[in-house]
T-cell receptor, first 111, second 114 residues
Framework: GEDVEQSLFLSVREGDSSVINCTYTDSSSTYLYWYKQEPGAGLQLLTYIFSNMDMKQDQRLTVLLNKKDKHLSLRIADTQTGDSAIYFCAEGAYNDYKLSFGAGTTVTVRA | DADVTQTPRNRITKTGKRIMLECSQTKGHDRMYWYRQDPGLGLQLIYYSFDVKDINKGEISDGYSVSRQAQAKFSLSLESAIPNQTALYFC?????????????FGSGTRLTVV
């Protein structure tokens, strides 16, 4: 979507950390999301962060939010081959029906 | 069974043909959505429905129509398919409010118009 931007491709070596970046424009965003899409599958919610937080950690995943710069990142520690997928950044407000998605970052994990 | 089921999973159709994509859900959600995914463009909203009698156009509704047959069923039609409607189509549902766990997506229908 035009309001959410992310780079299209990322290649990472197995065992290294991956960092996927996203910028958004809507200052009324309440939640920011990361979705994962594996080949042939739908979108699966990976993690999310509320807009009044600046960091959230969930096992190998770390989400960082810089609200001033409207910048969101997803770090995957110890990247595995099963992490190869398309990762979508999305933003939405709590009482709004609509999520705005970025174009998706294709992450390729190489041995 | 999946919470959101889309049929067919794959479809090839000819230019000018009418085609219907179907979506059914067992989440009990009132809100249903149709999105289109194109490489490099992410997901774009085609239509959404807040309940059986409330249907709304999204960002890219031209060339598409929808029908909400029941709370659990929301179908997308291409009246006269054209090649640039070749894409991956997703149905999704959500409850009355947004929030982080709100959306559930189907597995998608890959449509090719030749």
């Amino acid at each position: 979507g035009e309001d959410v931007e992310q780079s299209l491709f990322l290649s990472v070596r197995e065992g290294d950390s991956s960092v996927i970046n996203c910028t958004y424009t809507d200052s009324s965003s309440t939640y920011l999301y990361w979705y994962k899409q594996e080949p042939g599958a739908g979108l699966q919610l990976l993690t999310y962060i509320f807009s009044n937080m600046d960091m959230k950690q969930d096992q190998r995943l770390t989400v960082l939010l810089n609200k001033k710069d409207k910048h969101l990142s997803l770090r995957i520690a110890d990247t595995q081959t099963g992490d190869s997928a398309i990762y979508f950044c999305a933003e939405g407000a709590y009482n709004d029906y609509k999520l705005s998605f970025g174009a998706g970052t294709t992450v390729t994990v190489r041995a | 069974d999946a919470d959101v089921t889309q049929t067919p999973r794959n479809r090839i159709t000819k230019t000018g043909k009418r085609i219907m994509l179907e979506c059914s859900q067992t989440k009990g959600h009132d809100r249903m959505y149709w999105y289109r995914q194109d490489p490099g463009l992410g997901l774009q909203l085609i239509y959404y429905s807040f309940d059986v009698k409330d249907i709304n156009k999204g960002e890219i509704s031209d060339g598409y129509s929808v029908s909400r047959q029941a709370q659990a069923k929301f179908s997308l039609s291409l009246e006269s398919a054209i090649p640039n409607q070749t894409a991956l189509y997703f149905c999704a549902t959500s409850g009355d409010r947004g929030g982080p766990l709100g959306y559930t997506f189907g597995s998608g229908t890959r449509l090719t118009v030749v």
